[in-house]
């Protein structure tokens, strides 16, 4: 019986010869005697993927990062499989995987340079396309076009895609919607929207009685994700991901009266003045560790019941617990004596 070794130069030589459905047999051949050996692995899913067999191809080269999550090479392969899948945020998020496991500095062996460039090629190669409207991940595509109220069919079709596309206002800035909550009880709580006129700080500077304003965020899926699971990336690429923030007067602790509706809808304790409340669903296009205006996908109308739902009550206590490092519980974090009010 021929040995692994044996069996691997027999591959690579069919591998430099181009004979890739014969080097992929001889793969399986030498994984069935060594079924925990990355090399073949990743061997196997490079020739897959050069015979255009993406599936088989990611496959292998997952069973690689499975076995040994320090193996860059395999981490790259996935990457690479995803990419001719059209799965981009995968993709991205491998590549990015097999570069973090080089080591620190520029000290890199030969092949450790070879697997930097790559990784690095690849990435300005994928980057771009999560950003086309054409090929974009399809939750990414109906959020941006429900924004416009644009009807999206469920079947995702380039013909489909290109019918909103083709729509003027496809490439326009959405609209900005928010929940107004005013810090008297007997002015209605009333959802607003402001047209895209360029600058809208006027409009949210008149509907809050300010000079200035400032935010304050009650969730963020994005920092909830980096922070409670240790990910520079948060949700990752292309990825949709929604955040709530409440606008208020800047000197509104000191000037303004408590808005006891605000308290209990938003579960934050001494809110003062009238609010704004805004929920953005945004995505991230590029390797900038902050946010930017050009990651807006569109704000959300955010209603009165959704906040008052239990599933915004256990974001908040969530969001609290992570970024805090308190509330341990939902009762730690509502108090003994919490309750659901209809505010209406």
């Not at 909103?164 to 800035?173: D, E, G, L, R, S």
Request: aromatic letters at 10%; a negative charge.
């Amino acid at each position: 019986m021929e040995s692994v070794d044996q069996l691997k130069q027999q591959d690579n030589a069919l591998f430099r010869e181009g004979n890739y459905e014969e080097a992929c047999l001889k793969y399986l051949d030498a994984l069935a005697l060594d079924d925990k050996n990355v090399v073949l692995y990743t061997n196997l899913s490079q020739c897959y993927f050069l015979l255009g067999r993406y599936n088989e191809s990611l496959d292998n080269a997952k069973k690689a990062t499975q076995i040994d999550k320090t193996f860059a090479k395999g981490w790259y392969r996935t990457g690479a499989a995803y990419e001719a899948l059209e799965k981009f945020p995968e993709s991205i998020e491998n590549y990015l995987e097999a570069v973090e496991l080089l080591p620190p500095g520029n000290n890199f062996t030969p092949a450790q340079t070879t697997q930097r460039d790559e990784c690095e090629n690849s990435l300005k190669r994928v980057l771009p396309k999560i950003r086309d409207p054409l090929i974009m991940p399809y939750d990414v595509f109906t959020a941006t076009a429900r924004a416009h109220d644009l009807t999206v069919p469920q079947e995702d079709t380039r013909e489909n895609r290109m019918k909103i596309i083709n729509n003027p206002v496809f490439t326009t800035q959405p609209p900005f919607h928010a929940l107004f909550i005013p810090d008297v009880p007997w002015s209605p709580i009333k959802e607003v929207t402001i047209a895209d006129k360029g600058d809208r700080t006027p409009e949210i500077l008149k509907l809050l009685h300010s000079k200035f304003y400032d935010s304050v965020t009650l969730h963020s899926e994005y920092q909830l994700v980096s922070v409670r699971d240790d990910k520079l990336w948060g949700v990752g690429f292309g990825r949709p991901h929604v955040s709530y923030e409440a606008l208020m007067d800047d000197n509104a602790v000191s000037t303004r009266q408590l808005n006891e509706r605000a308290c209990q809808l938003l579960r934050r304790p001494e809110t003062y003045g009238p609010i704004l409340v805004m929920k953005t669903t945004m995505c991230k296009w590029d390797m900038d560790i902050f946010a930017n205006p050009e990651a807006i996908l569109c704000w959300e109308q955010v209603t009165e019941a959704e906040l008052m739902s239990e599933k915004f009550t256990l974001m908040r206590a969530e969001w609290e617990k992570v970024k805090r490092g308190n509330a341990n519980t939902l009762a730690d974090f509502l108090g003994p004596d919490a309750q659901y009010i209809n505010l209406g």
